[in-house]
């Protein structure tokens, strides 16, 4: 069985910026950038809101749909 892996988009409150990453278990680590366990651009930031997040089975479906 595939690994799942989720694309996703977070913002701040004032949606004045974006973060885009890639992670193994979304739910984890929307928890730490909400809660301020990630240190650097997210907690500098203020980026809690998630706007988005696809979900593939493959790492080389997620460079081929977001390139």
Do not use: C, P, Q
């Amino acid at each position: 069985m595939d690994k799942l892996y989720s694309v996703y988009i977070m913002t701040n409150k004032n949606d004045t910026v974006l973060y885009t990453w890639v992670t193994n278990n979304l739910k984890r680590r929307v928890y730490e950038h909400r809660e301020k366990r990630v240190e650097g651009f997210t907690k500098k930031y203020n980026v809690t809101k998630l706007v988005i997040a696809r979900v593939f089975s493959e790492a080389i479906s997620i460079l081929r749909d977001i390139s």
